[in-house]
């Protein structure tokens, strides 16, 4: 008797947790399809105007073609560079012996808590010092390694067994050969939750890209939502509008890879 009961209330809380987190979307939703002039009606949860027409107003009241490629050149360029080179690092981290890797591993943690904003300065710098300012340049190669990423590619690698490896040693293949040929094709999971970590990052980031461009034709869709801003108010139906589209990418991603991810996730367990 108590069983069922106790299944019932988790299966409640759980979705009382998940309503939660899904208010702020369907809030975006509902204020999405409003008509202007109900934009001030007592806020609801579910849409109940289906004013479409605020789609389209919002899709060419900026050049989101434009901006919907630049973030997926930024996007793409990072995730791939942070899956390859993280992959590389946390392989190393994980496998090979060296001077200080240890304390070199510990020093890769640590910026995870140094604030962005200590080294946005820093970084515009050298960005403006190279000439990458309004490039795909600057939106990419400064956020092409991760050290979170290092850190989920070197706790899986100590899970595989070096049995593997010592044979494909012994067989006369290089580190590289066993990297990409061996290690890499059984890393599908973690490469997954790593790839799904770094879109996101990559798709929903506004401060660095909003500091390195400077003409519309290089700003994200995330720098572009800020022109439904004016001086003398926001445009909500129509910020609400862009904004839902803007999320759709990011939410199809993750259902797309959700499986891999949580198998990514799970499969990097503390291990020494």
């Given amino acids: 008797m108590l069983k069922p009961l106790k299944g019932l209330l988790t299966h409640l809380l759980l979705a009382g947790g998940a309503f939660l987190s899904a208010m ?101 710098l050298v960005v403006n010092a190279l000439g990458w300012i309004d490039t795909y340049n600057a939106l990419i190669i400064p956020r092409a390694v991760s050290a979170f990423a290092i850190f989920l590619f070197r706790q899986f690698f100590l899970s595989l067994p070096r049995e593997l490896e010592e044979a494909a040693l012994i067989d006369g293949a290089g580190r590289l050969t066993i990297f990409f040929r061996i290690v890499l094709p059984l890393s599908t999971p973690v490469m997954a939750a790593s790839a799904i970590f770094s879109f996101l ?6 401060l660095w890209p909003l500091i390195v461009t400077n003409s519309t034709e290089m700003r994200t869709v995330q ?50």
Wanted: proline residues 7%; aromatic residues 18%.
């Fill in 201 to 206: 990052f990559a798709w929903n980031d506004f």
């Fill in 24 to 124: 702020p979307f369907l809030w975006m939703l509902t204020t999405a399809l409003k008509p202007e002039i109900a934009l001030y009606q007592p806020p609801l949860l579910f849409p109940v105007h289906l004013e479409w027409e605020n789609f389209v107003k919002a899709w060419q009241a900026a050049p989101f073609p434009r901006f919907f490629l630049n973030s997926a050149v930024m996007t793409v360029g990072i995730v791939l560079a942070q899956t390859l080179f993280s992959a590389m690092a946390g392989y190393a981290f994980a496998r090979m012996r060296f001077a200080g890797r240890d304390l070199l591993f510990f020093g890769v943690l640590g910026t995870m808590m140094i604030p962005f904003p200590v080294t946005l300065i820093p970084s515009f």
């Fill in 223 to 272: 720098v572009g939502l800020a022109m439904f801003q004016g001086q003398y108010g926001v445009f909500w139906t129509l910020l609400s509008a862009a904004a839902t589209i803007v999320t759709l990418p990011a939410v199809l991603a993750f259902l797309a890879a959700q499986r891999q991810f949580i198998a990514g996730i799970t499969s990097t367990g503390l291990k020494e």
